[in-house]
Each structure stands twice: as C-alpha cells, then as structure tokens.
C-alpha cells in the first residue's frame, strides 16, 4: 500500500480512524429520493455520488428499527457500496443477471431502476445466503426477480447470451472492509490475493458466455488489491479480445465527486501474477477507464469498478410463449381478486400453480433444468383446500389503490409497530369479515383476517420485529 500510494499513505492510514461511512439507499419503486428523506427526523446527508442514497445522521439502530425500513422503503448499504449497481444502468424490460447477489444490496437497486419489469436474476452460491437474498427482494416489493443458488459455470450453461447486463460483486480478498469488520483480516491471512483472483477469473468467463453482444459487464470488488482489481480486468481482456472497458459516463454518478482511476502500473506490485509488461498497451490503457474509492479521497470505504462491453450489437428480446393457462385450480385465487377488489390482470403464460403454490413468472423467464431456484417472480400465496391464502411478498407488490379492502396504519403510531411485531390490534368490531390489505400510510406491508369481530395478524412470523 505504501508503494501504491506514496506521500498519501499517511492520509490512507488515517481514514481508518473516521467513523464508518454507513449509509441508507431509497427504494424507488416505492418513495421519491428527493421529498422523502427531507424530514428533519431522519437527519440525513446526500451522498454525492449516487441520486438515492444518503448518510446516516444518526445511529444505526434508529434506521433499522423505523417502520419505513421494515415497509421495504429503504436499505441499509455503505456508501461506497451503492456504485456498483448504478453502473448497471438498468432499465426496465431488460433481462438482467447479479452473479454474486447476497444478501441484495446490489439486487434491490437493479431491481428498483426496473420498474417491475423485464426479469432479474439473481444468484448466489451459497443457499443459505440466497435465502436472505429472498427476504430483502420479498420485503421490498420487487416482482420480477428469480432467486436461484447455482453456480456460474451452470448458470453459463444454460443461459448462452441471454442476458442485456451482468453484475459481478465478486469474492475478493476484502481489503476495503478492514474498516468495518476487522475479522476480514484474519480471513485475508487463510484465502489472500491469489486464491480470490482465480475464483474471480472463473466467474468472469462465466459471465462472458452469458452476456449477449452489445451487452454490459460491471466488475466490482470491496479490495484494494491490484491483483484482483486491474489484474482481474487485465486478464479479462487479454482472454476475452471481444470486450473493452467502457468509458464511464459521470453523470450516471453525479459528477463521480472524489472518485479515481485504476492505474496499470499498480500490476508491477503483484507479489504473483502478471506484470503490465505481459499486457500490451490496447489494453494497458483501458485500465485507466476503471474507478478507484480511495476511503483518503471521499466519504466511503474502498472499492473498485469496472464497466465492460462486449463487442456487437443486442438481438430484440424474443416474444413469450405461454406456457400455462387458467384452470379450475386457480379459481380459488381469482375469487379471492374479486372479493378484495384487487386489479391484477394476469399476462398470458406468466400465472404458475406448483404443489398449491402460486406464482407470477417474470417476463421472459427461462427455463433452467438443474438450478435450484428459490423464487421464481412473484410469490402470490398458497392454495390450501379449495382456499386461497395470500402471501406477504403479494402485499408488498400491490399498491394500495389497487385493492379496495384496506386497513390503514399511521407510519407514527403504535399499531403498525404492533402489527409488524405479529401482536392482536383493535380495529372495531364494524369491519365485515374476511380478508384486508394493511397499509403504513399508502404502503401495503401484509395482510389480516377479520372474523367474528377478531383482528387475526397474517404478518409473516419470518419478517416480524422483535
């Protein structure tokens, strides 16, 4: 690092003793950055880098404890964090792929930009991880995202130049998280540079065979390392003559404010590895398109990024073929539509029943024979019986002027912390019974069954606050 930086590793050595640049990124399917967050309570500062993120003002524990982050309106992300996901670029209707996707930091983002459509896939190798990966994307109130644990080489397999863009968050050796979690020091010592940089260069052949022409690869870790940072990307290039690093546009990052360059002359420090001699200048050169957070430089910890394009033009996505129709099994689920006045018009082929259960498949959803897929789209609920119940993740998609049985909730009241807690409320004995949409204000966030003048709390038990 000192061989890196020169006279500014003193700067270096003392951004790790600032406060960690923890921050909060706003979910825009469902809250406008710029109103939302202005109420004085929240205390929060814009981070200059990103149109939706801010730092937090005060601790930790209020942001994760307030009603609007447990409605899905906001993730908690360090700063520097939030640029990965914003170089995808994403819009809606494109099929994209989050490789390294757990929990869903970078997930939630893409899948926000989408709008609810176009498909998501995001994939994590660890099932256990790919779980909370669920939960965030469920809580949030994203729709067209497939959760699958599998990995890339499988992936790759199937899915030949499928894909509009590819996010890589790769495993990396983590130097740039020492400041938060110094138990990363001590897995640095088992798996360093050497061993995350082979991994790295898998994974990223991998996402060559997926990624369509004219698509786009963001490659990004949490080091400092140039092994896995313009090493990795070095060794892309030189592998793959078919892509080139993008120039990165600064207004899609605000002006990049306090943002560098990657540097190929940062290669010649490699304890192993190639040197920028082993590279010839076409290449060498692209490296200075890549970005570097240096904690010295701004307000965030470190990380680095890299936008790559693969050479050709994009194919206009293919038509979907339906693939199921309605049937008398899925009566029960349409009743329950009518009885709630819901507006949902289901596209044709998109509506699947699987052992009770009841999804809404994303548009374009391919098949994928082997992968474990822990989510396919919209969970709606489960059909038990002849009877519909619906699920939380079908709450979070709604709106609320899409249902006409609602229960409303003040966001600063003590019943909505009651109902996410799973506890009984009194809300009258005038409601007729059955089932009703609650609110936080205008946000669904579940669901409850009046009956015989009790209020049943249908909040998933999984979800709720302790």
Not at 299 to 307: L, M, N, S
Request: charged share 25%; proline share 6%; net charge neutral.
């Amino acid at each position: 690092m000192k061989q890196m930086l020169g006279q500014e590793y003193e700067d270096f050595e003392k951004s790790f003793e600032k406060e960690f640049h923890n921050g909060i990124r706003v979910n825009t399917l469902k809250a406008d950055a710029k109103s939302f967050f202005s109420d004085e309570e929240f205390s929060l500062k814009r981070i200059p880098w990103t149109d939706n993120g801010f730092y937090m003002g005060r601790e930790k524990r209020f942001y994760s404890s307030h009603p609007y982050y447990h409605a899905g309106l906001y993730y908690i992300q360090e700063a520097s964090a939030m640029v990965p996901a914003r170089l995808m670029d994403a819009r809606p209707g494109q099929r994209l792929l989050d490789l390294c996707a757990a929990p869903g930091g970078k997930s939630t983002e893409l899948a926000a930009r989408m709008r609810g459509e176009g498909l998501l896939i995001s994939n994590d190798v660890s099932r256990s991880r790919a779980k909370a990966l669920v939960h965030n994307i469920e809580t949030m109130g994203f729709t067209n995202c497939v959760v699958t644990s599998a990995a890339p080489d499988k992936l790759a397999s199937l899915l030949p130049e499928f894909f509009d863009g590819i996010l890589i968050d790769a495993p990396c050796s983590g130097e740039g998280m020492f400041h938060k979690e110094a138990s990363m020091m001590e897995s640095w010592k088992r798996s360093g540079p050497d061993f995350y940089h082979d991994l790295q260069k898998e994974i990223l052949a991998s996402a060559a065979a997926m990624l369509a022409p004219g698509g786009r690869l963001v490659y990004s870790t949490c080091t400092f390392s140039p092994q896995e940072d313009e090493g990795s990307i070095a060794w892309f290039l030189k592998n793959y003559p078919d892509f080139h690093v993008e120039e990165i546009d600064a207004d899609l990052l605000c002006g990049m404010p306090g943002i560098d360059r990657g540097q190929a002359k940062w290669l010649d420090l490699c304890p192993e590895g190639e040197k920028s001699v082993d590279y010839p200048d076409e290449i060498t050169d692209q490296l200075g398109r890549t970005l570097r957070l240096w904690p010295q430089h701004l307000e965030g910890e470190g990380h680095f990024a890299a936008v790559l394009r693969k050479d050709g033009v994009r194919q206009a996505h293919p038509a979907d073929t339906g693939r199921n129709v309605r049937g008398k099994d899925l009566d029960p689920f349409f009743r329950f539509l009518h009885e709630m006045g819901i507006s949902f018009q289901p596209e044709a082929g998109r509506l699947r029943l699987s052992n009770g259960y009841v999804q809404y498949l994303p548009q374009g959803m391919p098949d994928l024979p082997g992968v474990h897929i822990l989510r396919s789209g919209w969970f709606l609920g489960q059909i038990k019986k002849d009877r519909f119940e619906p699920s939380g993740a079908f709450a979070r998609g709604l709106k609320k002027s899409r249902c006409s049985r609602v229960i409303s909730l003040p966001s600063s009241g003590k019943d909505i912390r009651s109902y996410l807690k799973c506890q009984t409320l009194d809300v009258g004995s005038d409601l007729p019974s059955g089932w009703y949409l609650v609110c936080m204000d205008d946000w669904p966030v579940g669901w409850c069954k009046i009956g015989g003048g009790r209020f049943k709390n249908k909040y998933p038990a999984g979800w709720r606050i302790l």
